[in-house]
């Protein structure tokens, strides 16, 4: 089964601004093993925005509108579907004595202007909106389902899963789906999948869908069938062997970032870790206290941008820093041994690199990044290149060190 | 003079997923002067998006196409466009020499499916890709004009900056566009719409247009007439008291963010900078220090994230603490006395807050953030409330902090 899926709003079309609503209703959709073939943003023209009704309506099984069901002259949308579904506008008395009871609640005086949305397409079924004035609507017409959806993205969602989903799922044929979800680190995406795609590319379904950031790989794999056994049986099938290859360089399978896999671990173990940053600036410990709670685990942190200050906060050594270089395995892992002592943790991370896009230099290439650790066992360090621009390679390198402290404590190499 | 957008892919009809392309085009024709009315993503389907090419080119007289000009069966888009036109798809050799020699001297194998780039749509002119194998194509129908063009961002840039922006100047009527781009700090979104509202709302010409993010507001007017005096006189007729209502809060005339701007006024006067963190944990550091060469003026920092760290890495003292607690004008200050005392640099700034959602209490509410300045005249603090979740909290506040040292530096209150 096809849906389309329109925007409306003039704000949608400008240089800056994307439509996010299409976003969440394709996700919803998707789940119910709807596909969506089309989407379009449409300015607040009726004319322009009734010929896709029309279009898409006559190809589609489903078509979700959003936006345009304001109060004023700009808001086209009921107009422009009942002229493409050539049916009348009626006006909703239970709508129009539900405005003025919110409008009275409010102590607001209702304009006139708002009774514009208390008229609803001929045949359509209002759909009640709880966090805002605009109701939507749903029609049906040979055998295609139109439903209004209101454009700012709360209001959307509640009244989506509110009134839609019950009533989609009983239209779409019955299937079940069922999803794994992977984040993986420590691997490119060419290399992974190099790696996986020799087991997955031989199955239409489950689809699978690779998403790649920084040094953080996110797989979907989603199985739909007609039972839930079926599902769960094919699943099985396609992702445990793509779990096999992959192994311990899986490190979430809820959806979970790194920072918050890190942080759990280090409660679990009431370990404390301690940040030494050159190169990212202070990227590692914003990614650690972005978790609500991570004051348990993480105590603070360094930024030592220059050689002075490596050597004044963390006590670098002059002879370490002249004879192998601010980016070297010696003065990362310096780094994490100074931090670790001076804020008493159990880990210290540190990062030193040449981000670019003016450092670097034949020893030492623009984005070689090294990542130390340290804790009462010892210290050893990574050393990478990355490709990209300066943000891209610090975050590569905040991934890498996140990566090495999970690994250190779960005792893997 | 109106135009509409087509990206062609399956891969942008994810939950996931958006066409940025369209972004980029906007922003051009709009810099020509000519309004984008709809834009579309269409999945790998020939047939949908011939239909589709047919309504926009009757419609609108510029229709840019992007993607689907590989060499695979999913590139449908030669195709579609020609069917939609009636028209045939004639095997160009000069195209096939030029892709054989491509990959000759990539010392690569052609594959047999890579002769589909070289087939162009009856009539169209050829547009020549300097970053990539597939080649644009340029055609008219009855006055309206269809450009394909590849789906990687960057070859997509170059080919329409190459070819496709001089011959749409020449098509598009002649208007002179001028644009004036203020950003803003230290100013909540209705608080400035308020202010400015009552001068460019008179206007339709220019074109006003304001994104805001935490603490940080973008403004762009943009004026179209025929000749570059009058958009000059229109511009300067709105923009100026814009201007003035705005005075310092106004930090960019460039599009420069913060960062930059500071970095520029430190770099200027051979001045240093250090931070200590607490509820941002990095973010302040991370921000300085994403600006290439940061490394003149920006020293290094601390991220105190308990009371452990502040007393003993910046030498706040225990009874600072225990009087008026961590989340406090006099503990921010003595953070920004620390800091710069243990660096030595010749301003430094301090952070410390309850970003939530957990923390805050009656004396000190979620969302409270204190910045605090030390520099060789003195220590001071600012005191500010935001709303929103954590990342947004924490992001005005390091907006905050930058403006506060950008007024310090410029002598403003």
Known sequence: MNAEIIAIGSEMLSGERVDTNSLYLTRELNKLGVEVVTKCVIGDDRDRLSAQVRQSMGRSAILILSGGLGPTEDDVTRDAVAQALDRKLIFDTGIADWLAQRFAAAKRKMAEVNKRQAYVIQGADVLSNDRGTAPGQWLEESGAVAILLPGPPHELKSMFERHCLPRLARIVPK???????????????????????????????????????????????????????????????????????????????????????????????????????????????????????????????????????????????????????????????????????????????????????????????????????????????????????????????????????RRRITGRP
Chains 1, 2 share one sequence.
Do not use: W
Request: aromatic residues 6%.
């Open 175 to 405: 299937q079940a789906i069922r999803t794994l979800f992977l984040r993986v680190a420590g691997m490119g995406e060419s290399d992974l999948d190099q790696l996986i795609a020799p087991v997955y590319k031989k199955y239409e379904n489950p689809v699978t869908t690779i998403l790649a950031a920084a040094g953080d790989i996110q797989i979907h794999l989603r199985a739909r069938c007609s039972t839930e056994a079926e599902a769960e049986a094919l699943l099985a099938e396609v992702g445990g062997p793509v779990e096999l290859l992959l192994g311990d360089r899986i490190y979430s399978r809820n959806g979970d970032p790194l920072e918050v896999v890190v942080g759990e671990l280090l409660r679990a173990m009431h370990a404390t870790v301690s940040v030494a940053e050159s190169a990212t600036g202070g990227m590692l410990g914003e990614r650690f206290t972005s978790v609500p709670g991570s004051s348990e685990y993480f105590t603070g942190g360094f930024i030592t941008y220059n050689n002075a200050m490596k050597m004044e906060l963390l006590g670098v050594s002059p002879e370490t820093l002249a004879e192998h270089g601010a980016v070297s395995k010696e003065t990362a892992e310096a780094m994490a041994l100074g931090a670790r002592r001076r804020t008493n943790s159990t880990y210290a991370l540190s990062i030193t690199g040449a981000a670019g896009p003016e450092s670097g230099d034949e020893k030492v290439p623009k984005g070689t990044m090294y990542v130390g650790v340290a804790d009462a066992a010892g210290t050893t360090s990574l050393r990478r290149q990355f490709l990209g621009d300066r943000q891209r390679v610090r975050t590569f390198a905040v991934q890498m060190a996140l990566d090495l402290l």
